[in-house]
């Protein structure tokens, strides 16, 4: 009985370079959500994907990071020229239904990315 | 424009005492709040939670009190065990943008010394 899983749980990239961060939902749940979280920070939302679609990406910045959440495999979120402040770890939650139970997302052990 | 705040990085508490963990808000639309404990190297793993009409939430060795005109709530922890050693993270929905969004404080780490 998985939970959330994300991999890599590390990832060191060079200034400039791409990264790509995995979640694995629960199975059978079909809503992703990715957090990020800075050093000496909370958990900052960004992103909420549906199968197949961006529900909503208000807390993702505007050029670099993007997000996907195909009908067959996990949900991939996408850094592009990656920059030392991208450093973080990075949490992804699922939910069977849209989170109307609030306490309804599991979260992943997250990856922590570190950029040189 | 911090949200939601724990003001206390850090809490040490000795085996069977009391752990009393802060958390203040701003935001007058949140009218529910949840606690997640953190282990290193793990993702955040809900704990209790708690609606603002309510003012007292109990689960075993956990309750959480909430006072809304003070903006303030608090989680016991009683008695605390080393097990409870961990980050503790106070959050609330963003009820205006949709209940999927979790606003989180900053954390507070536990220290529970045998």
């Known amino acids: 009985n998985a939970g959330v899983m994300q991999n890599p749980r590390h990832l060191v990239r060079r200034r400039g370079q791409e990264a790509r961060l995995r979640c694995s939902p629960v199975k059978g749940h079909s809503h992703v959500y990715w957090y990020r979280q800075l050093p000496e920070e909370g958990l900052k939302f960004m992103v909420y994907l549906q199968k197949e679609n961006i529900i909503d990406e208000s807390g993702m910045p505007k050029e670099r990071f993007s997000a996907e959440f195909p009908k067959e495999g996990p949900s991939i979120l996408r850094i592009q020229q990656v920059v030392r402040g991208d450093s973080a770890a990075y949490f992804c939650?699922?939910?069977?239904?849209?989170?109307?139970?609030?306490?309804?997302?599991?979260f992943g052990p997250g990856t922590r990315l570190t950029v040189l | 424009d911090q949200q939601v705040k724990q003001n206390s990085p850090s809490l040490s508490v000795q085996e069977g005492r009391i752990s009393i963990l802060n958390c203040d808000y701003t935001?007058?639309?949140?009218?529910?709040f949840l606690w997640y404990k953190k282990y290193p190297a793990e993702g955040p793993t809900f704990l209790i939670s708690i609606s603002s009409i309510k003012d007292k939430n109990e689960d075993g060795r956990f309750t959480v009190f909430l006072n809304k005109s003070a903006k303030h709530l608090s989680l016991h922890i009683v008695p605390s065990q080393p097990g409870d050693s961990a980050v503790y993270f106070c959050?609330?929905?963003?009820?205006?943008?949709?209940?999927?969004?979790?606003?989180f404080g900053k954390g507070t780490k536990l220290s529970v010394i045998p």
């Open positions: 935001n007058s639309m949140f009218d529910y």
């Open positions: 959050a609330s929905p963003d009820s205006g943008a949709g209940s999927y969004q979790l606003t």
């Open positions: 939650a699922s939910s069977p239904s849209p989170s109307g139970t609030y306490n309804e997302q599991f």
